[in-house]
């Protein structure tokens, strides 16, 4: 199974501030795919962003940002302008025809 | 609107019985795959399938079964001689990366499972 690694397990922001959550991973392939999960208080999954290894420019969706660093097997999400809605666990997972996931960070928003 | 749907949301297991988790997706989507979540942790892959009548053991398939003689279906068993079983158990289902695209993966709202 692949390794992937989250080594914060908790962290807060003030309201509208930002926030960057680390995850590295461990793999030998060349063309993968890399995901950031939200599982807010309902337990729901929720696709954040994704990045294609293959693709040199990170990946972008609104608020949300990655800063994929291939060499260094790095996948960092940064939370721009934090909304009270974006408190939640967030998982970085690695696909290799399944996902593997890091035992999540949990972010809280204060307000 | 298409997506995942599991049944029951809370299934209660008393010591020594087997009970069958549902997931139906009327997405089209080939891959399907059962998780499990404990308290706090991550999720840990239990079964996968690519395709109807084929499937395979992820990292913790010890306790459980499955099957797939639908598209639509992959039903799981946690039997008996799951040591653990109270978790909380997440399906998901995707386009194969064999197509050449990844959506990324679509889940189910999922199934607490308490053994009493």
Redesign the interface.
Known sequence: ?QT?TQSQPEMSVQEAETVTLSCTYDTSENNY?L?WYKQPP????I?VI?Q?AYKQQNATENRFSVNFQKAAKSFSLKISDSQLGDTAMY?CAF?D????????TTVTVRA | DGGITQSPKYLFRKEGQNVTLSCEQNLNHDAMYWYRQDPGQGLRLIYYSQIVNDFQKGDIAEGYSVSREKKESFPLTVTSAQKNPTAFYLCASSIPRDTGVNYGYTFGSGTRLTVV
């Open positions: 199974a992937v795919y995901f309902s337990r729901q999954m696709l994704r294609e998982f696909d025809y399944k996902l593997s996931f890091g035992a999540g």
